[in-house]
Nanobody, 122 residues
Framework: VQLQASGGGLVQAGGSLRLSCTAS????????MGWFRQSPGKEREFGAA????????YYAPSVKGRFTISRDNAKNTVYLQMNNLKPEDTAVYYC????????????????WGQGTLVTVSS
């Protein structure tokens, strides 16, 4: 599975962005999909994940209530709607796919996209 993330950019605090992750090479309909992020000087961390059919989603405490993960399996695409963005949300955002059950650990994900940069100005 090849993953391509897009939609990053520069936004002011309080603004919104929607990230997309489009897969190719294989359908993602049987995969858990996740979004992770990595800020400068920090380790990559879990942001959100969604089950294969989209019935359940999970969020890190830092983004819960502000970010929404969704998917359109017909389009082989996963989204991350980010609202009320804060400067601390500045990071490179990565999408990832894994088989099996939902997990927050990076090492459990099998496929990774290249990342898209989100910069939130104060």
């Amino acid at each position: 599975v090849q993953l391509q993330a897009s939609g990053g950019g520069l936004v002011q605090a309080g603004g919104s962005l929607r990230l997309s992750c489009t897969a190719s090479g294989r359908t993602i309909s049987s995969y858990v999909m996740g979004w992770f992020r990595q800020s400068p000087g920090k380790e990559r961390e879990f942001g959100a994940a969604i089950t294969p059919a989209g019935g359940n989603s999970y969020y890190a405490p830092s983004v819960k209530g502000r970010f929404t993960i969704s998917r359109d399996n017909a389009k082989n695409t996963v989204y991350l709607q980010m609202n009320n963005l804060k400067p601390e949300d500045t990071a490179v955002y990565y999408c990832a796919a894994k088989a099996g059950v939902v997990a927050g650990e990076l090492r459990r994900y099998d496929y990774w996209g290249q990342g898209t940069l989100v910069t939130v100005s104060s």
